[in-house]
């Protein structure tokens, strides 16, 4: 209950609204989040998770696992990410999918996080592969900073990238107005 009170309360205190299809969630899931602009795009994702009792995780670079940032990472679901490893981030991810009966990764892929002005790359598209190898659905999350609105809206069961990214290219553009870009 306080939790979803303080996740409510800091939707009120920013100006922003949320909302979030109902059935779309499932135990496990990779959730995307488009577009990532600001940390009041980060801050409102995890109050929205308060508000919905999400136990989320999230890919974070180890280097930042370190003095105090360490516990607060690991209490906010990060997961420390070598990405100077050999092992790959896929077969980690699809790893802890088997070994938990609730798992909820969130990813902001990677050139979400562009300014309006600036020049937008193609996503990176990590988020589909662990989704496919895990076999997992892709949840669509949004925060719309134009219109002042977030939430999660839908969800997609990978298939084949061309096809799903298109697909998510679509969904994003007709039911949230956000355009992103997706590689060729």
Same mark, same amino acid.
């Given at each position: 209950m306080l939790n979803k009170f303080i996740g409510e309360s800091a939707f009120k205190l920013a100006g922003w609204q949320y909302h979030v299809e109902p059935n779309v969630l499932e135990d496990k899931q990779v959730i995307v989040g488009f577009e990532h602009t600001s940390m009041l795009d980060a801050v409102l994702s995890l109050a929205l998770f308060q508000i919905y009792?999400? /136990?989320?995780?999230?890919? @974070?670079?180890? !280097?930042?696992?370190?003095?105090?940032?360490?516990?607060?990472? =690991?209490? +906010?679901?990060?997961?420390?990410?070598?990405?100077?490893?050999?092992?790959?981030?896929?077969?980690?991810?699809?790893?802890?999918?088997?070994?938990?009966? /609730?798992?909820?990764?969130? @990813?902001?892929? !990677?050139?979400?996080?562009?300014?309006?002005?600036?020049?937008? =790359?193609? +996503?990176?598209?990590?988020?589909?592969?662990?989704?496919?190898?895990?076999?997992?659905?892709?949840?669509?999350?949004?925060?719309?900073?134009?219109t002042k609105q977030g939430g999660i809206f839908g969800k997609i069961y990978p298939t084949e990238l061309s096809h799903d990214l298109a697909l998510i290219k679509q969904l994003y553009k007709d039911q949230v107005g956000l355009e992103i870009i997706i590689p060729e």
């Open positions: 009792d999400l /136990k989320i995780h999230t890919l @974070i670079k180890k !280097e930042l696992f370190k003095g105090p940032l360490k516990p607060l990472l =690991k209490a +906010i679901g990060g997961i420390p990410v070598d990405r100077q490893a050999n092992k790959d981030i896929v077969s980690l991810m699809v790893e802890h999918f088997q070994q938990h009966e /609730k798992f909820n990764l969130v @990813i902001a892929p !990677e050139a979400t996080r562009a300014k309006s002005a600036e020049v937008r =790359k193609p +996503i990176r598209t990590g988020f589909w592969h662990i989704a496919k190898a895990a076999n997992v659905p892709i949840v669509l999350m949004y925060a719309n900073s134009k």
